[in-house]
């Protein structure tokens, strides 16, 4: 189907039900009940999944499959989100031509800084990138006040020209980023006895955008460009000696991962019309690499699950607090949930990062495949005990 | 016709000269064996043909081109083949992906932004790629991953992968380096059969006199980066020269 073979196609099945279905499965807790701060059905939150879930696909097809390690994909993010918050500004709140635009412009930096960077391979590399994401941020944050806000960051306002959207009446209010009539803030609420389900516009849509997004990135790891990136990483020398001139393959896959970040920020500026330069952090761009490392590098459903894992954590362990640690173990004599709390406080709130360090070294140490090699353990577990049971054949089968 | 020719070619690295005044010409369909000891600029020699490194003077001519100044895939392009002393291959790769990948520089050129349609609808290039597998004996093993195969498979495939781009000139280094008697003794055989069956020019670096004296139809000698005599491997094995130059000093060949 669509030009995939039928692993692939079940592949993006999969994910397309996941993401379709997401809002029952990330809140299975009722409402009101203990465990509903697990709950990550909220509209923010998943519209960050498929976000970041973007950013890390096209983060994977550059260092998935090239090996090249980009510390300064955030900017790419960032530009993204300037240009798409000045279409907004500019031309209409429709979020298309601000998607269109920050494509572009993201697509643009990156071969700037993709053909100077991509003269080094390696450390070098990184540390290049990394500069010049810095630089960007840097000038984002003061030099180019007028075009990027500054410290406050690019907001929308009142007298904005938005010359498509002359006609339409905000009524006072500034406009909301939306799809021909649509905003991206429409949502609608399912009450299903102590269970709330809430279907959110912006949230689909996201997702929408984000399954063409997989399905992209699957047509080009199964292409002729796709092997080449793969043996780029391989084997770059004899690549050269083998006719083929590496430089402008390993090019083309950092502007199509620049583009991709640029999607993203450009869906994250349409959620919430407001651009800021902390978006082009380096911090940024290191949660991308943590993101694919976490869910599989050169994976293809691998950075999803990363970016997912990691934005669940961002936003749920760190609103755990101590109180909510009291009720826990308040079933405990006192003396021990006073010591329980005390000792797994540090991992909680503003803890959080303690606990993404400790599970990421768990992953690189014991499943350097990240959380897709996890899966598939399982999943031979299981194969491997059914036969077991069914009959007693010896297991000599090839690791996939 | 003379294939390649190499004129008056020298090379420094600091203080020391590694080639100077190199003259070499190959005639096209011969095998070409450079040998010398160690030290004696055979790999820089080759390094020199295929655009790793450009000589101080010099000029380097390939079926009446030039080839320097360019870089290693262009050189590739222009019908040089090149295998290594360690097979360099697609180590994460399987092998017949291994073999895919030169049929498309063959077909596509240098670069070819080919991302949209899948590597299975490439009929042309399976066919190829199947077609040189199956010629190297190796079509059982298309689904292995290539690293996980012996060396002497290595290096079958690697010279397989240069031969699926028809070569007008292969360049082996060291083929042979590091292999049992059996594993060299097969690839000997491998090369005679690749000789036979196409017209291919073969220039061959190498220690093991008995490689040379198999293959070779013209031998060129170098020592201390100068070519000492270049001859037919019946002459080269009495000249007085070369006895003491190289041949004395591995009396065990």
């Given at each position: 189907m669509f030009g995939l073979d039928k692993k692939d196609t079940m592949l993006l099945l999969l994910v397309a039900a996941l993401t379709a279905l997401a809002p029952f499965l990330l809140n299975p807790f009722p409402e009101g009940s203990a465990l509903a701060q697990f709950n990550a059905g909220y509209p923010d939150l998943m519209q960050r999944f498929v976000i970041f879930g973007i950013f890390a696909i096209g983060f994977n097809i550059l260092f998935g499959l090239t090996g090249y390690l980009s510390f300064g994909h955030a900017a790419f993010l960032g530009v993204g989100s300037y240009a798409a918050v000045w279409m907004f500004k500019l031309l209409s709140m429709n979020v298309l031509p601000a998607i269109v635009l920050a494509v572009v412009m993201s697509g643009?930096?990156?071969?700037?800084?993709?053909?100077?960077?991509?003269?080094?391979?390696?450390?070098?590399?990184?540390?290049?990138?990394?500069?010049?994401?810095?630089?960007?941020?840097?000038?984002?944050?003061?030099?180019?006040?007028?075009?990027?806000?500054?410290?406050?960051?690019?907001?929308?306002?009142?007298?904005?020209?938005?010359?498509?959207?002359?006609?339409?009446?905000?009524?006072?209010?500034?406009?909301?980023?939306?799809?021909?009539?649509?905003e991206m803030r429409d949502s609608v609420q399912l009450e299903l006895g102590a269970w709330v389900f809430t279907f959110n516009f912006g949230y689909y849509f996201a997702a929408v955008v984000m399954l063409i997004a997989f399905y992209i990135a699957i047509r080009i790891f199964r292409s002729p460009f796709g092997m080449m990136l793969r043996a780029i990483k391989a084997n770059q020398q004899r690549l050269n000696y083998t006719g083929l001139n590496t430089r402008p393959y390993t090019l083309a896959a950092f502007v199509i991962s620049g583009m991709y970040a640029g999607l993203?920020?450009?869906?994250?500026?349409?959620?919430?019309?407001?651009?800021?330069?902390?978006?082009?952090?380096?911090?940024?761009?290191?949660?991308?690499?943590?993101?694919?490392?976490?869910?599989?590098?050169?994976?293809?459903?691998?950075?999803?699950?990363?970016?997912?894992?990691?934005?669940?954590?961002?936003?749920?362990?760190?609103?755990?607090?101590?109180?909510?640690?009291?009720?826990?173990?308040?079933?405990?004599?006192?003396?021990?949930e006073d010591l329980l709390v005390t000792l797994v406080y540090p991992f909680i709130g503003k803890g959080w990062h303690l606990t993404l360090g400790i599970i990421f070294m768990l992953v690189v140490i014991f499943l350097p495949g990240g959380l897709v090699e996890g899966g598939q353990r399982v999943a031979r577990l299981f194969k491997s005990k059914k036969t077991d049971s069914s009959a007693a054949k010896p297991q000599t089968e090839p690791g996939e | 016709m003379k294939i390649l020719e190499v004129k008056d070619v020298n090379k420094r690295f600091g203080g020391l000269k590694a080639l100077s005044e190199v003259n070499l010409s190959v005639e096209e369909n011969t095998v070409h064996a450079i040998i010398g000891p160690n030290g004696a600029g055979k790999s820089t020699l080759l390094n020199c043909l295929v655009g790793k490194l450009i000589p101080d003077t010099g000029s380097v001519m390939f079926n009446g081109q030039s080839v320097l100044g360019r870089a290693p895939h262009e050189i590739n392009q222009m019908g040089i083949s090149r295998v290594f002393q360690t097979p360099e291959i697609f180590g994460d790769l399987t092998v017949m992906e291994n073999m895919m990948i030169p049929c498309f520089a063959k077909r596509d050129g240098a670069f070819e932004l080919n991302a949209i349609s899948s590597v299975q609808s490439q009929k042309d290039i399976i066919e190829h790629a199947e077609h040189v597998l199956d010629d190297m004996n190796m079509l059982d093993k298309r689904h292995m991953v290539a690293s996980a195969m012996s060396r002497g498979d290595k290096r079958r495939l690697e010279i397989g992968m240069c031969l699926s781009q028809e070569p007008r000139l292969l360049l082996l280094d060291e083929p042979t380096a590091g292999m049992a008697r059996a594993d060299t003794n097969n690839t000997i055989d491998l090369l005679k059969e690749i000789k036979s069956k196409r017209d291919i020019t073969i220039v061959i670096i190498e220690h093991d006199m008995h490689v040379v004296f198999s293959l070779a139809e013209r031998i060129t000698v170098l020592a201390q980066g100068t070519p000492l005599v270049e001859d037919t491997p019946e002459n080269i094995k009495g000249h007085p020269k070369v006895r003491e130059a190289y041949l004395g000093e591995s009396s065990g060949h």
């Amino acid at each position: 189907m669509f030009g995939l073979d039928k692993k692939d196609t079940m592949l993006l099945l999969l994910v397309a039900a996941l993401t379709a279905l997401a809002p029952f499965l990330l809140n299975p807790f009722p409402e009101g009940s203990a465990l509903a701060q697990f709950n990550a059905g909220y509209p923010d939150l998943m519209q960050r999944f498929v976000i970041f879930g973007i950013f890390a696909i096209g983060f994977n097809i550059l260092f998935g499959l090239t090996g090249y390690l980009s510390f300064g994909h955030a900017a790419f993010l960032g530009v993204g989100s300037y240009a798409a918050v000045w279409m907004f500004k500019l031309l209409s709140m429709n979020v298309l031509p601000a998607i269109v635009l920050a494509v572009v412009m993201s697509g643009l930096f990156a071969l700037l800084i993709g053909y100077v960077s991509l003269r080094r391979s390696g450390i070098y590399f990184s540390i290049l990138t990394l500069a010049f994401a810095q630089m960007m941020f840097a000038l984002a944050y003061s030099v180019l006040t007028p075009i990027t806000g500054g410290e406050t960051g690019l907001q929308l306002a009142l007298d904005d020209p938005r010359i498509l959207d002359g006609g339409v009446e905000t009524g006072g209010n500034i406009p909301v980023p939306g799809l021909f009539g649509m905003e991206m803030r429409d949502s609608v609420q399912l009450e299903l006895g102590a269970w709330v389900f809430t279907f959110n516009f912006g949230y689909y849509f996201a997702a929408v955008v984000m399954l063409i997004a997989f399905y992209i990135a699957i047509r080009i790891f199964r292409s002729p460009f796709g092997m080449m990136l793969r043996a780029i990483k391989a084997n770059q020398q004899r690549l050269n000696y083998t006719g083929l001139n590496t430089r402008p393959y390993t090019l083309a896959a950092f502007v199509i991962s620049g583009m991709y970040a640029g999607l993203a920020g450009a869906l994250m500026a349409s959620m919430d019309p407001l651009a800021g330069a902390e978006r082009m952090f380096w911090t940024a761009s290191g949660e991308v690499v943590l993101m694919t490392i976490l869910g599989g590098v050169g994976t293809l459903i691998g950075p999803i699950l990363g970016a997912g894992a990691i934005k669940y954590m961002e936003n749920i362990i760190s609103k755990i607090n101590s109180d909510i640690l009291h009720n826990w173990f308040a079933f405990l004599p006192d003396g021990l949930e006073d010591l329980l709390v005390t000792l797994v406080y540090p991992f909680i709130g503003k803890g959080w990062h303690l606990t993404l360090g400790i599970i990421f070294m768990l992953v690189v140490i014991f499943l350097p495949g990240g959380l897709v090699e996890g899966g598939q353990r399982v999943a031979r577990l299981f194969k491997s005990k059914k036969t077991d049971s069914s009959a007693a054949k010896p297991q000599t089968e090839p690791g996939e | 016709m003379k294939i390649l020719e190499v004129k008056d070619v020298n090379k420094r690295f600091g203080g020391l000269k590694a080639l100077s005044e190199v003259n070499l010409s190959v005639e096209e369909n011969t095998v070409h064996a450079i040998i010398g000891p160690n030290g004696a600029g055979k790999s820089t020699l080759l390094n020199c043909l295929v655009g790793k490194l450009i000589p101080d003077t010099g000029s380097v001519m390939f079926n009446g081109q030039s080839v320097l100044g360019r870089a290693p895939h262009e050189i590739n392009q222009m019908g040089i083949s090149r295998v290594f002393q360690t097979p360099e291959i697609f180590g994460d790769l399987t092998v017949m992906e291994n073999m895919m990948i030169p049929c498309f520089a063959k077909r596509d050129g240098a670069f070819e932004l080919n991302a949209i349609s899948s590597v299975q609808s490439q009929k042309d290039i399976i066919e190829h790629a199947e077609h040189v597998l199956d010629d190297m004996n190796m079509l059982d093993k298309r689904h292995m991953v290539a690293s996980a195969m012996s060396r002497g498979d290595k290096r079958r495939l690697e010279i397989g992968m240069c031969l699926s781009q028809e070569p007008r000139l292969l360049l082996l280094d060291e083929p042979t380096a590091g292999m049992a008697r059996a594993d060299t003794n097969n690839t000997i055989d491998l090369l005679k059969e690749i000789k036979s069956k196409r017209d291919i020019t073969i220039v061959i670096i190498e220690h093991d006199m008995h490689v040379v004296f198999s293959l070779a139809e013209r031998i060129t000698v170098l020592a201390q980066g100068t070519p000492l005599v270049e001859d037919t491997p019946e002459n080269i094995k009495g000249h007085p020269k070369v006895r003491e130059a190289y041949l004395g000093e591995s009396s065990g060949h």
